[in-house]
């Protein structure tokens, strides 16, 4: 099969083609032919950082987390699924697990669901990790209807999922940005957008929440930014992080009694552990999809499989507008 493997890791690294051999199938796990997969943060940080992070694969190494595809071969004890299904998931691309930079992987059948059935291959391909990041940060903090979220980078991958789940949770929904593009893709998906750098922390939370802070906030910013989070939070809120990787006084957190959540959404992939809470989300994702209650944002620019380096680029260049995507 072909493939587009990293053989070193650096900024400077780039993806060679190699014909591989087809994975075989095993029990409790399905072969597809991968259609689309999308580039996440953490895809870049595993190129660029290699053995930094403990979640690199070892050299050579096909990278590659998100996918859609066709289900070619069922393995032993799977169930729920037959050859031919049009699938998506989260299940590769890091540790042991061949990625989906290529024609063909071996997924665990606890990690895929069935594709929404209104989008293309390369809008499913878009979805999966950002989607479960979204829904597992909103479940853990318990949004209910008639509470006010704030969603720090409302623009960004997780971000505008987050919006459209918090949404149809019954909660109010401001969300970060800056910039004119940013601030019409936040209001496109119905939250009241606030540009970061023109309006003080303490103006929009008087605006939005007349100075009771936040409810939730939902940080898919993360590191420094948190700081920012507590400020901005009500009493008692719970605050969702998708990057704790910082040093932090946590001081403004214990005098307003903040809940902290970290959602690290590769742990059950890493670790085999709780794999089908991620095939249960994605399943509750394609029924709010197909009822057009979310939908996902990709960049305008499209490539192949040879081109995933300038798709890598892309998304590093900070210029992407939604999910970066590589058709296969």
């Known amino acids: 099969m072909k493939t587009m493997t990293l053989n070193t890791y650096g900024p400077d690294a780039d993806f060679e083609a190699a014909e591989l051999d087809r994975p075989e199938v095993k029990a409790g796990h399905v072969i597809l032919r991968v259609h689309a997969t999308s580039i996440n943060t953490v895809d870049t940080m595993i190129k660029n950082m290699g053995t930094d992070l403990p979640l690199s694969p070892t050299l050579p190494?096909?990278?590659?987390?998100?996918?859609?595809?066709?289900?070619?071969?069922?393995?032993?004890?799977?169930?729920?699924?037959?050859v031919g299904d049009e699938i998506y998931g989260c299940a590769g691309g890091l540790a042991d697990l061949q990625g989906a930079l290529a024609e063909y992987m071996l997924a665990d059948a606890q990690l895929i669901a069935h594709k929404p059935k209104s989008l293309s291959m390369r809008e499913a391909a878009a979805m999966p990790l950002v989607g479960i990041t979204a829904f597992e940060g909103l479940t853990r903090a318990g949004v209910t209807a008639g509470q006010k979220v704030l969603v720090q980078g409302g623009a960004g991958g997780v971000g505008h999922m987050a919006i459209q789940i918090?949404?149809?949770?019954?909660?109010?929904?401001?969300?970060?940005?800056?910039?004119?593009?940013?601030?019409?893709?936040?209001?496109?998906?119905?939250?009241?957008?606030?540009?970061?750098?023109?309006?003080?922390?303490?103006?929009?939370?008087?605006?939005?929440?007349?100075?009771?802070?936040?409810?939730?906030?939902?940080?898919?910013?993360?590191?420094?930014?948190?700081?920012?989070?507590?400020?901005?939070?009500?009493?008692n809120a719970q605050v969702v992080s998708t990057v704790g990787l910082l040093e932090i006084d946590l001081s403004p957190a214990h005098f307003k009694g903040l809940s902290l959540h970290i959602v690290y959404m590769l742990l059950p992939m890493l670790y085999n552990v709780n794999r089908q809470v991620h095939g249960d989300i994605l399943t509750k994702l394609a029924e709010l999809v197909d009822a057009g209650i979310v939908k996902p944002l990709l960049d305008e620019q499209r490539f192949?499989?040879?081109?995933?380096?300038?798709?890598?680029?892309?998304?590093?260049?900070?210029?992407?507008?939604?999910?970066?995507?590589v058709e296969i």
């Open 304 to 325: 192949g499989l040879e081109e995933v380096g300038a798709a890598y680029a892309r998304l590093g260049s900070g210029k992407a507008i939604g999910k970066v995507v």
């Open 166 to 235: 918090a949404k149809h949770l019954g909660a109010e929904v401001s969300a970060t940005g800056t910039g004119d593009v940013q601030m019409d893709v936040i209001k496109g998906y119905g939250a009241t957008p606030i540009d970061f750098m023109e309006q003080k922390i303490a103006d929009y939370v008087a605006a939005q929440t007349g100075g009771a802070g936040f409810d939730m906030i939902f940080d898919a910013v993360g590191g420094a930014n948190m700081a920012n989070s507590f400020e901005a939070a009500a009493l």
């Open 61 to 82: 190494a096909v990278l590659g987390m998100d996918f859609a595809g066709v289900i070619e071969e069922i393995g032993e004890g799977v169930t729920g699924f037959a």
